[in-house]
């Protein structure tokens, strides 16, 4: 929705900084653009004022200032500091910025114990969360703070295992400064619930730990070759198949299983191909999450459907989960349909799932062509250690996988990759697999023995880059 703004952009605040495009507005208060990335609260007479009874702020920490007839205050922000309605914050990125936000709950609560905060203003600046008096149903302070930490999921800050679960990142420990350090819950009280449900939890843990699930052991003489990649080849080889070959050597210094990780590029550039043959070389069992698997048109039943796959993997542990298209599960929470409640729902599930899976031997291998469209929360390292884009392939990438096709073929004297290999860079690898298999079909058609040249070349011919035509081949009516 459109805001009004109630100054013009350009307009000086009363510290100096020019005021921009309205982002967040309500009854009262607007916050605002400024030069070089910060924002600006900008309250009416009578919110500022209230404020100002309820002992939440001090008559100075706004700036007056008058446009027309309006009576109108104003506080800006560094970049570095957050201002954003509670309802829109992004997750804190380290511990840091997370108890910045439980001490200014507190401090809020110390002078005003009875207002609602779910839809209040974080003004980081003055580490106050100011609320807004809208007309909503009360959340507990718990929750708001449990909200704010995940990024959008409603989980109460005194569920301490389930909290720790999804902020793994942080570290239990930290978690726990931050919750006793907003005063929702009591350090001893959450102690507590993290014993209580270690204990609830440690039979079926028991129970339901993974089991040894019969795979073949990797071959150690026998290194993965992902012929047309040799730097993703490499990585591979260095931070999966290695570590799990020398599983024990590696923990004695602290390095567990393998982190998940998550490959970017654009359509047919051989992120597919890749995870399939990395599949095949490891032998373990493989789960697959994608629209046509999990996908519901029902509340709760994707991110219910999406743990069910993630429990599987890991009683089949060691396994992989696969996550085709990740944009279209772990799209922005802030961005579009990201913002609505299954899909923060979702992403949640995600956040708590993936450090999970890790622990339980399941590596974890997101695809997406739209990495820009993923929500930070997800990227942050401790859920996807690596994130590693896959360009189009080079003329010397295109030569390998020809070498690779065409190795075991009957194949004539002449064959020669080097005009293949120039014509095909750049192009998908799938448009190099179907040369081949089509110069083979033609030389067959032709009573060959073995694949020719002339009929490479042809084949090469007949199949123009899709980005160059605009769309493939019609056949009937047009």
Known sequence: MTIEGWLPIGHELPDGARCGKPLHGGNGWQIVTTAGGGRALIADETLHSRWVASRLIDGSALKPLSFGPARLHALSSAPSKMLAPVNECRSPNNKSE???????????READAESPLQDAIYVEPISRLLPTYAITSRVDDDVVLGYWLTGGARVSAKAGRRLSQMLSWMGSANVTDVVSASGVVGRARLAQDHEEQADFLEAEIADQSPKPSGNRPIDSDTPFSLPGRPMLEEFFNEHIIDIVRNEERYAALGVGFPSAIALHGPPGCGKTFAIEQLVEFLGWPSFQVDASSVASPYIHETSKKIAEIFD???????SMLIIDEMESFLA????????????????????????????NHVLVVGMTNRIEMIDAA????????????????????????????????????????????????????????????????????AGKSKIDQAFLLSALDSAPSRADQGQGRHIGFV
Request: glycine fraction near 8%; hydrophobic fraction near 40%.
């Open 98 to 108: 997370a108890l910045s936000f439980a001490l200014a709950l507190k401090a809020t």
């Open 312 to 318: 599987k993997a890991m009683r089949s542990a060691p």
């Open 332 to 359: 922005d929470r802030e961005a579009g349909s990201g913002g609505s409640h299954h899909r923060v729902e979702e992403v949640a599930e995600f956040l708590r799932r993936i450090p999970e899976a890790g622990k």
């Open 378 to 445: 997800i990227m942050r390292r401790g859920r996807f250690d690596h994130v590693i884009e896959v360009p189009p392939a080079t003329e010397e990438e295109v030569s390998a996988l020809l070498d690779k096709l065409l190795c075991d073929l009957p194949k004539d004297s002449g064959v020669d990759h080097a005009p293949l290999a120039k014509r095909l860079a750049g192009r998908p690898l799938s448009d190099v697999a179907f040369v081949v298999r089509e110069g083979a079909r033609l030389s067959a058609r």
